[in-house]
């Protein structure tokens, strides 16, 4: 199992943080997610390793700014 911590701008609310958390699990590959509003950042599970591009898409696409992915 891979994790890996996405630093994200743009979250105000919950509403954020179900919208930037159901965009990310619609990913192939990601097997559980758990997005933090006060640290603005998301942990993600995969089952198989999804590159910075894809996961940058599809943060942009729900409306939010990724700044950085740390595997960890």
């Known amino acids: 199992m891979i994790k890996k911590k996405l630093s994200i701008?743009?979250?105000?609310?919950?509403?954020?943080?179900?919208?930037v958390a159901n965009a990310l699990k619609e990913l192939?590959?990601?097997?559980?997610?758990?997005v933090n509003l006060k640290g603005q950042y998301s942990v993600i599970e995969l089952s198989k390793d999804i590159d910075e591009t894809t996961l940058n898409q599809a943060i942009e696409d729900a409306g939010y700014?990724?700044?950085s992915v740390e595997v960890i």
Do not use: P, R, T, Y
Request: proline fraction near 0%; aromatic fraction near 0%.
């Open 9 to 19: 701008e743009g979250m105000s609310c919950q509403h954020c943080v179900m919208h």
């Open 65 to 67: 700014d990724l700044i």
């Open 28 to 34: 192939k590959g990601v097997v559980g997610v758990d």
